[in-house]
């Protein structure tokens, strides 16, 4: 209940205030467990994803984001879990694939972390590493605005438009190492813009 009623907030704002446009739900499975994987430019691009799929969403986080216990209690409650980045975090994996074999929707940015330009540089294999063992589809999305709205550095936001695109989900080959993996599905993210 309190996911739909954020979301139910958040899809106000993100309507009014930016002019929310999105493509593609028709690619969004309908159920069973899938792994969506986004470009990375703003704080807002979580949130902008949880208002643009049908779906309930559950996202891989910093684990930086959990240091306050009240915002680590909030972002608990829509779905968040914490990650060690720069480390294979068992902890994290674990959790990540508990949820996608329990038919969870898991958002996961293949960059890791806010990239103003989306260049093959620093990709995380752990995308690969999910998509090959949970054999799930994996759906591309590519987000446009919000580094605009939000971006790096900034304080304030600034209405702007906000675009989301939604690709056909792919299926990964199992023979490829995981970095190549994550490399194509950055691959496909981009072919979104």
Do not use: W
Not at 12 to 35: A, D, T
Not at 41 to 68: H, Q, W
Not at 173 to 182: S, V
């Amino acid at each position: 209940m309190f996911y739909e009623i954020i979301k139910l907030l958040a899809s106000v704002i993100c309507k009014i205030l930016f002019r929310l446009k999105v493509e593609g739900v028709k690619h969004i499975p309908k159920k069973g467990g899938f792994i969506l994987a986004s470009n990375h430019i703003s704080y807002l691009d979580p949130i902008t994803l949880g208002v643009a799929c049908p779906r309930r969403l559950n996202f891989m986080a910093k684990e930086e984001l959990f240091c306050n216990s009240l915002f680590s209690r909030f972002i608990s409650m829509l779905g968040a879990f914490p990650v060690k980045r720069d480390s294979a975090d068992l902890f994290a994996l674990k959790e990540a694939m508990r949820r996608v074999r329990e038919n969870k929707a898991l958002v996961l940015f293949p960059e890791g972390s806010r990239k103003s330009d989306s260049n093959s540089d620093g990709l995380y294999s752990g995308v690969g590493f999910l998509a090959v063992k949970l054999a799930v589809p994996v759906l591309p999305a590519f987000i446009k605005g919000t580094d605009s709205v939000l971006p790096i550095g900034a304080k304030f936001i600034r209405p702007c438009k906000i675009s989301v695109y939604f690709g056909k989900p792919i299926f990964i080959e199992r023979r490829l190492p995981y970095q190549d993996i994550a490399t194509q599905i950055m691959e496909d993210i981009r072919q979104l813009s």
